[in-house]
């Protein structure tokens, strides 16, 4: 299983972002997982930033992106994306992209939760 994480890049403060991942091999329909994004910055733990449930229908988001980011999904495509506005420098992380069986509690926030992660890729967002 491949997960692909795209979109990462260095922005200014008060612009915006769109992250896409994309899943190859997966064992299962793509339907069948949540889909989640999480995020690391250096000497602190991973951590949730938003979730999809795998028939689209539910979104979760941590407080302090509510507003500003969406989570959405194109199930034909095996991808989900983030489209993330108004973003602050301390949205400065590494950001991750990865997928949980769909049968466990919703949302998944937990990073046991997810059985198949990506590389994550970088986003710099400057003062």
């Known amino acids: 299983v491949q997960v692909v994480e795209s979109g990462g890049k260095l922005v200014q403060a008060g612009g915006s972002l769109n992250l896409s991942c994309t899943v190859h091999?997966?064992?299962?329909?793509?339907?069948?997982?949540?889909m989640g994004w999480f995020r690391q910055i250096p000497g602190y733990e991973r951590g949730g930033v938003a979730g999809i449930s795998g028939d689209g229908r539910r979104a979760y988001y941590i407080k302090s992106v509510k507003e500003r980011f969406t989570i959405s999904r194109d199930t034909p495509k095996d991808t989900i994306h983030l489209q993330m506005n108004s973003l602050k420098p301390e949205d400065s992380a590494m950001y991750y992209c990865a997928a949980s069986i769909n049968g466990g509690a919703w949302p998944p926030v937990d990073l046991s939760d997810y059985d198949y992660w990506g590389q994550g890729i970088q986003v710099t967002v400057s003062s």
């Open positions: 091999g997966l064992p299962l329909a793509f339907a069948r997982y949540h």
